[in-house]
């Protein structure tokens, strides 16, 4: 637990000393929101106000955004050799990469409060009672959880820095065919169909149902049984390819 916290205060020092991807976790989804709601917001129906519509989606985006550079940490860290040196001490090795995903999940606490606050002053006017904002921060959570062991396994998979930079590709570009800026059911056939059978469809669907204090329906749950699927598969393969490195 010791060895855990120790290394949860390293990863957050270097997230603080690395600025440069510390604004882009914020500024990007912030820069993506301006744009959706002032440039595209009047081009698109989404069956009423759009901001409404589209801040879950951007801070769906948000979390993957910020969980994607745990990623590009855990491969530093693997390609310079520290974790040879770390390996000699009396620690558990799992203690390095929980200390990185529970950092990541704090700077993503950090960086999805800094856009919802922005999402706010542009209009977004959230319905929720507490407990359905309870159950939208349960979600959320336990997505930043699952995003962040996926992320550390693709460091630990990836053989260089920028292998492992292919992550923040990944997570950028999956909202986009799904639907968390357009209504699924808007896109041609094909697209329509990945949309609605991709994870996160029901996360963005579930957080703005919560939010709006529109119906949840079945996507609440179909959204927490993905984001258990992450934990536990980020979290085995990261944990076995650790070993195995």
């Given at each position: 637990m010791t060895a855990s916290l120790t290394f949860v205060g390293r990863s957050l020092r270097h997230s603080v000393r690395s600025v440069d991807a510390l604004l882009t976790a914020i500024l990007l989804p912030?820069?993506?929101?301006?744009?959706?709601?002032?440039?595209?917001?009047?081009?698109?129906d989404a069956?009423?106000?759009?901001v409404d519509y589209v801040v879950p989606g951007i801070i769906v985006l948000c979390v993957g955004f910020g969980a994607a550079s745990t990623a590009v940490a855990v491969a530093m860290d693997m390609t310079t050799g520290v974790i040879d040196r770390f390996r000699t001490l009396p620690i558990a090795g799992g203690a390095v990469l929980t200390g990185h995903v529970a950092a990541s999940v704090a700077r993503n606490v950090v960086s999805t409060s800094l856009v919802l606050a922005v999402a706010l002053v542009v209009g977004f006017r959230p319905e929720a009672d507490p407990l359905r904002w309870l159950a939208a921060a349960a979600l959320l959570l336990a997505l930043m959880v699952a995003i962040s062991w996926v992320a550390a396994a693709f460091g630990l998979l990836a053989k260089t820095v920028e292998?492992?930079?292919?992550?923040t590709f990944i997570a950028a570009f999956a909202p986009y065919v799904s639907s968390a800026f357009v209504p699924a059911d808007s896109m041609p056939a094909g697209?329509?169909?990945?949309?609605?059978?991709?994870?996160?469809?029901?996360i963005v669907?579930?957080?703005r149902a919560l939010t709006m204090g529109?119906?949840?329906g079945d996507s609440l749950w179909i959204a927490f049984a993905?984001?258990?699927v992450g934990i536990v598969?980020?979290?085995?393969?990261?944990?076995?390819?650790?070993?195995?490195s």
């Open positions: 912030v820069a993506i929101l301006l744009m959706f709601v002032y440039v595209f917001g009047g081009a698109i069956g009423g106000r759009y292998g492992a930079n292919a992550m697209l329509s169909w990945i949309a609605e059978h991709q994870p996160v469809t029901p669907d579930s957080v529109t119906p949840v993905w984001c258990a598969a980020g979290r085995v393969a990261a944990a076995h390819l650790f070993r195995q």
